[in-house]
């Protein structure tokens, strides 16, 4: 059976990059990281570890445990801190991932209603892939982010995703311009309209400003960039002074926005998945039990805000 000190020994290897720097970053004296590596290679069947003169490093078969190992010492770690604030509280904790216009319109209500339920959300806000890559590591419990149709995000076969929310995305033209008086907009329309400042996301790989310039292109335009930022509030705040035009999502466009027209786009491409993604856990443990109370939190949330 594995030992949390064979895994801890052998992350401890892959980071420092030799045994001897690997136990003094453990405390530990170096023939019991190496008693522990051995014990490990002797489980495994095979040598984990490749050492030189030049140092240490893991063979095949050694990252391939890292990748597994790092989940497990993230799991125990988790396992004693929620056990001790369950004991504490009385409420299951839940380590919970979103995006920070999710956040604005939706965080209040979701650690509200799970607290109601039973559960204690411990909250972090991050960009998409920054998301994908800590569930995929099993460090968070459940992480609502977003996809586009034809741009799937890259989760482990280790992880669940349910689509709760099918989010529409408006073109954000200032009060002024020509087409503002327009009900909504199709895609022919939107790509004539490549002489305009266009403001996309920070984040160049964004999945919707993908399927954005992937229409321009189709269309043989190149899409010119004026401005970048994740920030909707910004956003709007130069479209209405006539600086730029943009898609805005529906999260992002509830409220009063003088001086902006939102017009939706007749086009389901131009639409986002609102996916709540989770570790797989055993069918019938508390954690699976409290993944599902948390998925219908915020289904519940999101069914208000549709």
């Not at 030049?54 to 056990?83: C, F, K, N, P």
Request: proline content about 5%; some cysteine.
């Amino acid at each position: 059976m594995l030992d949390l000190r064979q895994l801890q020994a052998l992350t401890a290897v892959a980071q420092t990059g030799s045994v001897a720097r690997a136990a003094k970053q453990l405390g530990w004296s170096q023939p019991s990281v190496d008693y522990h590596l051995r014990n490990l290679d002797r489980l495994c069947g095979t040598a984990l570890v490749e050492r030189s003169t030049r140092g240490s490093t893991l063979t095949t078969a050694g990252q391939i445990m890292l990748d597994r190992a790092q989940r497990i010492l993230t799991l125990s770690q988790r396992a004693l801190h929620d056990v001790r604030a369950h004991a504490q509280s009385g409420l299951t904790r839940m380590k919970f991932g979103t995006f920070p216009t999710a956040a604005s319109a939706l965080l209040p209500s979701i650690v509200k209603k799970s607290k109601l339920a039973g559960l204690h959300i411990d909250s972090t806000l991050e960009e998409i892939y920054q998301l994908v890559a800590h569930v995929n590591q099993h460090d968070y419990d459940a992480v609502l982010l977003y996809s586009v149709p034809g741009y799937d995000l890259p989760f482990t076969d280790t992880v669940t995703t349910t689509e709760v929310f099918r989010e529409p995305m408006h073109l954000a033209l200032p009060v002024s311009h020509p087409l503002a008086g327009r009900e909504s907009v199709d895609v022919d329309t939107l790509v004539s309209l490549q002489d305009e400042n266009w403001l996309l996301g920070a984040t160049r790989d964004d999945p919707i400003d993908t399927v954005v310039v992937d229409a321009f292109k189709a269309a043989g335009h190149q899409l010119e960039v004026e401005f970048r930022t994740d920030d909707y509030s910004v956003m709007l705040g130069m479209i209405a002074a006539e600086m730029v035009v943009g898609l805005v999502p529906l999260l992002a466009s509830m409220g009063h926005h003088p001086g902006v027209a939102l017009l939706p786009i007749e086009d389901p491409a131009f639409s986002r998945s609102l996916l709540l993604a989770t570790p797989q856990n055993p069918a019938g443990s508390e954690l699976a039990a409290s993944t599902r109370i948390l998925s219908d939190i915020v289904t519940e949330c999101l069914s208000l805000i549709g």
